[in-house]
């Protein structure tokens, strides 16, 4: 289908404009914002071509960078063009959801640790020292406003201790987080920028349907390698034993929980629920079962409790 010229020229500069000014909100005012950038340049990129969009990002990341500061843009591009590429060329050659979504995530992981280490060249202080300090200036300021309250000094001993063992768990589980984060922003850029093509008729793009998540089916048995190689290395007494179980059990069990919810949401999908109420309860069940939807999420890649095997 022949495009008219001039109509990619206007959608392109409608691209850099709009995913400019969204980016300078995300900065100054809705953080979250800014990690929405990426969708119109994909847009971008499955419609007309790889070249439209990267040279629509570096347009609006020179423009950002002229607006905030250049260390500022370089960040931005290192961020968002690999995760936007990566999108763009598995969304065309056609890749399944799970191929889509495991390469992005991996692609901006990837980015992230690259910024973080060009950020510790730069201050010559990491990322875990400056959460380190942020946390220690919070417990300070608590500890500080609880010798107001009454408390004995013993309370306040024990309400410091606490907050600390909470302070050090996250800083352990810090390269999960950092994985679990990647994930999530590659999901919601995928889902969105399939959503908005499939709205302009693009249908041969796969939409990433929460319903239908599943973990591939020899998930138990990398599972079992992952935690068996930890209690080698335990063994071994080798380096960050602890940290390195830790994190596996955030990952995998932040997987299984995603599965368990998928479940739910097939689930009341049969039952005809409409996607608020749906999202509503996926929400309210995370808090008192989060500790029961992994094990749902794991019964479902034992039993296959969706069926999903039978209608392949």
Partial sequence: ??????????????????????????????????????????????RYGMNYAILALIVSTFSIGLMVDM?????????????SISLIHT?????????????????FLISVVFIMSIMKNMTGVSIINQLEDAFNQVINYRIEILKDTGLTK?????????????????????????MVFSLVIAYLNYLLSSLSL????????????????????????????MFLGAFIIKKLQLFYYETILINITVIISFLFLIQGLAVIDYKLIKRNLKTIPRILIGGLLIIPFGGFLPFVGVLDTIFDLRKFRKSI
């Avoid at 001039?6 to 979250?32: C, D």
């Avoid at 050659?93 to 692609?107: C, E, G, H, Q």
């Avoid at 239908?212 to 048995?221: A, H, Q």
């Fill in 1 to 46: 289908m022949k495009i008219d010229p001039k109509r990619k020229v206007m959608e392109t500069i409608f691209a850099i404009a709009v995913s400019t000014i969204l980016m300078l909100i995300g900065i100054y005012y809705l953080p979250w914002a800014i990690f929405l950038y990426p969708i119109l340049f994909v847009i971008l990129g499955v």
């Fill in 154 to 178: 013993n309370e306040i001993l024990e309400v410091k201790d606490f907050l600390e063992n909470q302070s050090e768990y996250i800083l352990l589980i810090t390269p999960s987080i950092v």
């Fill in 91 to 107: 969304m065309k050659m056609r890749k399944n959801s799970l191929v889509v979504l495991s390469v992005s995530a991996i692609v």
């Fill in 198 to 225: 499939r709205k302009l008729g693009y249908g041969i793009v796969s939409i990433p349907k929460f319903s239908r998540f599943k973990l591939p089916n020899n998930i138990l048995l990398g599972t079992a390698i």
């Fill in 71 to 83: 260390i500022s843009g370089i960040f931005i591009l290192i961020a968002f063009a690999p995760l």
